[in-house]
C-alpha cells in the first residue's frame, strides 16, 4: 500500500471515530474554541512557565504533516 492511499485510510478511519464519538467532537470543539494564530509580525511575549517545562515548537508544517 502506497503512503498517500495508506493517509486516506487513516483520515477516513479517524473522520469514523470523530462522527462516532460525542466525547471527542466536545474535545475537538474545546481544541478550536482554545487555539491561538500567531502571525509572522506579530511580537510575543514567553509565558510565564510557573516553574513547569514546557516546550515551543516554531513550524511552518500544517498539523497533519507535522504529526507524520
Request: aromatic residues 4%; contains cysteine; hydrophobic residues 30%.
Given at each position: 500500500?502506497?503512503?498517500?492511499?495508506k493517509?486516506?485510510?487513516?483520515?477516513?478511519?479517524?473522520?469514523?471515530?470523530?462522527?462516532?464519538?460525542?466525547?471527542?467532537?466536545q474535545a475537538?470543539?474545546?481544541?478550536v474554541?482554545?487555539?491561538?494564530?500567531y502571525l509572522e509580525?506579530?511580537?510575543?511575549?514567553a509565558?510565564?512557565?510557573k516553574?513547569?517545562?514546557?516546550?515551543?515548537?516554531?513550524?511552518?508544517?500544517?498539523?497533519?504533516?507535522a504529526?507524520s
Amino acid at each position: 500500500m502506497d503512503r498517500r492511499t495508506k493517509n486516506v485510510e487513516i483520515f477516513k478511519d479517524s473522520v469514523d471515530l470523530m462522527q462516532e464519538s460525542s466525547r471527542l467532537q466536545q474535545a475537538i470543539k474545546e481544541s478550536v474554541n482554545k487555539q491561538k494564530l500567531y502571525l509572522e509580525a506579530e511580537k510575543i511575549a514567553a509565558p510565564d512557565s510557573k516553574g513547569l517545562s514546557c516546550k515551543t515548537v516554531v513550524s511552518t508544517k500544517r498539523s497533519f504533516e507535522a504529526s507524520s
